[in-house]
């Protein structure tokens, strides 16, 4: 064999090996960047759903505590502004409109309980509405549960 014919042989070798060129690799490695972004992006989702999931379902159950406290005391009762059972240490405010207020933890509870009549609400004499509201901030955003029940009179 000659000299060309050697070269030419090498050459063919060379040309014949399979690889990934350097645009090809750019590309696939920009593919993966998004991707990974991406799922990123979702799992921070998630996080602060989780969060907002968690700040609803304890609001709700300090807003479901503390209705049942206000129903223990019935329609008769006149002391629904010392209605925290085992929350007596927490100082509560009761606004001139009837409204009262005690902070809990993270959360604020705000309450009206309102005297039913016939004439003005459609609604059973001596029973009493009652609206419950729980309030709080997630991540720097104002979230509220709120709760409504009606009070039978006990016969």
């Known amino acids: 064999m000659d000299k060309f014919h050697k070269q030419d042989e090498s050459m063919e070798k060379i040309k014949n090996k399979e690889g990934f060129t350097l645009l090809e690799v750019i590309f696939a490695v920009s593919i993966l960047t998004v991707g ?3 799922v990123a992006a979702m799992q921070m ?4 759903g989780n969060a907002f999931a968690w700040g609803t379902t304890e609001a709700s159950a300090v807003a479901m505590s503390q209705m049942e406290k206000l129903k223990e005391l019935g329609s008769t ?3 629904y502004s010392s209605a925290t059972g085992d929350l007596a240490n927490t100082p509560i405010t009761t606004t001139t ?5 005690y902070a809990q933890g993270n959360y604020a509870l705000a309450w009206s309980v309102v ?3 016939p004439a003005t609400t459609n609604m059973i004499a001596g029973t009493k509405t009652v609206i ?7 991540h720097g955003i ?4 709120v709760l409504s029940s009606i009070i039978g009179k006990v016969v």
């Open 36 to 38: 990974i972004l991406s």
């Open 45 to 48: 989702t998630s996080i602060r």
């Open 77 to 79: 009762n006149s002391g």
């Open 97 to 101: 409109s009837g409204l009262h207020e």
């Open 115 to 117: 005297e039913n009549t």
């Open 132 to 138: 419950l509201t729980v309030t709080w901030r997630d």
């Open 142 to 145: 104002s979230r509220r549960v």
